[in-house]
């Protein structure tokens, strides 16, 4: 055994390649390399392991494990949202929260001013912009089919 299963305890609940020794039912040994989530560590006994594909968990034992390695992960790709309207009172606060615009300029500016400044900003490549949502499958009326009577 090359790993240290203590340094790898972080690595719990996470995906992980995982390179073991697997005997077959003559006794010969082979390398298994597989992918999956790494279930429990135990230094004593070993680790279960969730094969990628696979319900249930393997137990492998300490003295079979070659090495355990975290698989790198894509960080999620972040949606622009969809915002009501903001109405003529909030504008000032939106303009602070949502855009970073300093609370001094928010707090001397008019509601008129914020709303001039804020129509004034291009939100396409923004973390949000406003509109209406688009219609959600449950706004769909749903038509029953007919029914032939004998």
Same mark, same amino acid.
């Given at each position: 055994?090359?790993?240290?299963?203590?340094?790898?305890?972080?690595?719990?609940?996470?995906?992980?390649?995982?390179?073991?020794?697997?005997?077959?039912?003559?006794?010969?040994?082979?390398?298994?390399?597989?992918?999956?989530?790494?279930?429990?560590?135990?230094?004593?006994?070993?680790?279960?392991?969730?094969?990628?594909?696979?319900?249930?968990?393997?137990?492998?034992?300490?003295?079979?494990?070659?090495?355990?390695?975290?698989?790198?992960?894509?960080?999620?790709?972040?949606?622009?949202?969809?915002?009501? #309207?903001?109405?003529? !009172?909030?504008?000032? =606060?939106? @303009?602070?929260?949502? &855009? *970073?615009?300093?609370? +001094?300029? $928010?707090?001397?500016?008019?509601?008129?001013?914020?709303? #001039?400044?804020?129509? !004034?900003?291009?939100? =396409?490549? @923004?973390?949000?912009? &406003? *509109?209406?949502?688009? +219609?959600? $499958?449950?706004?769909?009326?749903?038509?029953?089919?007919?029914?032939?009577?004998?």
């Amino acid at each position: 055994m090359s790993v240290n299963l203590a340094e790898v305890e972080d690595l719990q609940n996470k995906r992980v390649t995982i390179q073991y020794n697997k005997t077959d039912t003559d006794g010969e040994k082979t390398m298994v390399e597989a992918e999956g989530v790494l279930m429990a560590v135990s230094a004593e006994i070993g680790v279960m392991f969730r094969p990628r594909g696979h319900n249930q968990g393997l137990l492998i034992e300490v003295d079979n494990i070659e090495s355990i390695v975290a698989v790198p992960t894509a960080p999620k790709k972040i949606k622009q949202k969809v915002l009501k #309207e903001v109405d003529l !009172g909030d504008v000032r =606060a939106h @303009l602070a929260e949502r &855009h *970073g615009y300093p609370l +001094a300029w $928010a707090n001397q500016a008019s509601p008129e001013q914020a709303a #001039e400044a804020h129509n !004034g900003l291009d939100h =396409a490549d @923004l973390g949000h912009k &406003h *509109g209406d949502a688009p +219609a959600e $499958a449950a706004d769909v009326p749903v038509v029953a089919p007919e029914t032939v009577s004998a």
